[in-house]
């Protein structure tokens, strides 16, 4: 089981493709607020409403200064599907390592169902301008979650 961050964190570093296979660096980030989630799999319902739910509030969090990245453990291939599918304009970025997904706790036993798997947990952590974890979401809910976030935000 992988630990879970907690606010006042150092963010972990990360490179990942992108869907068009292209790196994408948290570090590049520095001095801008990343909202990043982490979901099971793209081209899945829950998924699918978590990351269009993200795509139509763009907007309103790149002006209130937030980039939002979807990390999963599908391929780059399968995410430029699911982007052009949803005409999805958030990042994704494919972890099919999962070391990713594990360094955020975002991998590790969950409740499916009843019963106990090992998978992804739908998470969601925010990252300040210093690459530290301004909140650590776990267990999120696909549907919700976006106007959740933006309403504890205050944005």
Same mark, same amino acid.
């Given at each position: 089981?992988?630990?879970?961050?907690?606010?006042?964190?150092?963010?972990?570093?990360? +490179? !990942?493709?992108?869907?068009?296979? =292209?790196? %994408?660096?948290? *570090?590049?980030?520095?001095?801008?607020?990343?909202?990043? $989630?982490?979901?099971?799999?793209?081209?899945?319902?829950?998924?699918?409403?978590?990351?269009?739910?993200?795509?139509?509030?763009?907007?309103?969090?790149?002006?209130?200064?937030?980039?939002?990245?979807?990390?999963?453990?599908?391929?780059?291939?399968?995410?430029?599907?699911?982007?052009?599918?949803?005409?999805?304009?958030? +990042? !994704?970025?494919?972890?099919?390592? =999962?070391? %990713?997904?594990? *360094?955020?706790?975002?991998?590790?036993?969950?409740?499916? $169902?009843?019963?106990?798997?090992?998978?992804?947990?739908?998470?969601?952590?925010?990252?300040?301008?210093?690459?530290?974890?301004?909140?650590?979401?776990?267990?999120?809910?696909?549907?919700?979650?976006?106007?959740?976030?933006?309403?504890?935000?205050?944005?």
């Amino acid at each position: 089981m992988s630990e879970r961050l907690a606010p006042g964190d150092t963010a972990p570093a990360f +490179t !990942l493709p992108d869907a068009d296979g =292209k790196e %994408v660096s948290l *570090a590049d980030k520095r001095g801008r607020k990343v909202i990043v $989630y982490f979901y099971p799999a793209a081209l899945t319902p829950g998924c699918t409403k978590q990351a269009c739910d993200f795509t139509d509030n763009l907007e309103l969090l790149s002006g209130a200064g937030y980039e939002v990245i979807g990390v999963s453990p599908d391929r780059p291939e399968k995410l430029a599907k699911f982007r052009e599918a949803e005409d999805l304009q958030v +990042t !994704l970025l494919a972890d099919p390592e =999962k070391s %990713v997904l594990a *360094a955020y706790g975002a991998f590790g036993e969950k409740k499916l $169902y009843g019963k106990t798997v090992t998978g992804v947990i739908r998470s969601t952590v925010i990252v300040d301008e210093e690459g530290k974890v301004e909140r650590a979401l776990y267990n999120v809910k696909a549907t919700g979650h976006v106007a959740k976030l933006i309403r504890d935000l205050a944005i």
